[in-house]
């Protein structure tokens, strides 16, 4: 055996641990890196099913945007239900819903789904179709409570008010006081006007209102179609 054979027999051991950690080193680095990558790529999942759900919430199952959804839109109709193209919606279709009460606001085509409060109802008219309109609301349990019109100083503006044979009836639509939002003023039999009072909608053809409401009739206000129970 030569010289430079023995050196390299009695160095090798030496050298050989030191190889194995080395390499097992950078190994582990490498399986650290693939694990950083497969993290990345479940982040990346999370975070795409996230944007897809806030997606979801915001289009339609036909792919329209909800956006003007329920907003009020000028429309009338001899049938219960009717929608018509709508040029004052952001949605393209304008709904009228006689279902629950009278009411007219802007839709979206639907096959199946629709966002929370809203269910896919067919289009009665020739055109057919199914759209997105108003699940029916829960009646409220405020009716005959006392509530402020919506002036500064509690009573109602011209525009929501009307003079009826039997007196004077006005109707704000848009009350902080009120479950359903509605807080109307009417006369009572003596045609004296009676404190302003929470109210409901109704359906003329089906009146669903409380004994001591019992009149269904159509708003006082200017800006509304709906019947309401005074």
């Avoid at 990345?40 to 919430?57: K, P």
């Avoid at 699940?135 to 019109?149: E, H, I, N």
Wanted: with cysteine; glycine share 10%.
């Amino acid at each position: 055996m030569n010289y430079l054979n023995v050196i390299a027999i009695r160095i090798f051991p030496l050298f050989f641990p030191l190889c194995i950690l080395s390499c097992s080193s950078n190994d582990t680095g490498s399986t650290q890196d693939a694990g950083s990558l497969t993290d990345m790529g479940s982040n990346d999942a999370i975070l795409t099913d996230a944007l897809a759900s806030d997606f979801a919430s915001t289009v339609s199952d036909t792919g329209q945007s909800y956006e003007g959804l329920g907003q009020d839109c000028p429309m009338g109709c001899n049938l219960t239900v009717c929608v018509k193209a709508g040029n004052n919606c952001k949605t393209g279709y304008c709904a009228w819903d006689g279902r629950f009460g009278l009411d007219s606001y802007c839709t979206v085509p639907c096959e199946k789904d629709c966002p929370e409060g809203y269910e896919c109802i067919d289009n009665q008219l020739s055109s057919g179709g199914k759209y997105c309109l108003k699940k029916k609301p829960a009646l409220p349990t405020d009716v005959g409570k006392s509530c402020s019109g919506s002036t500064p100083s509690g009573d109602f503006y011209p525009t929501e008010c009307v003079s009826r044979e039997d007196g004077y009836y006005c109707a704000d639509h848009k009350n902080q006081d009120c479950q359903s939002g509605i807080c109307a003023l009417s006369p009572d039999v003596s045609g004296a006007s009676l404190n302003a009072y929470c109210t409901q909608e109704c359906d003329r053809m089906n009146p669903n209102c409380p004994t001591t409401f019992a009149n269904c009739a159509p708003s006082p206000n200017a800006g509304h179609s709906e019947w309401i129970c005074f």
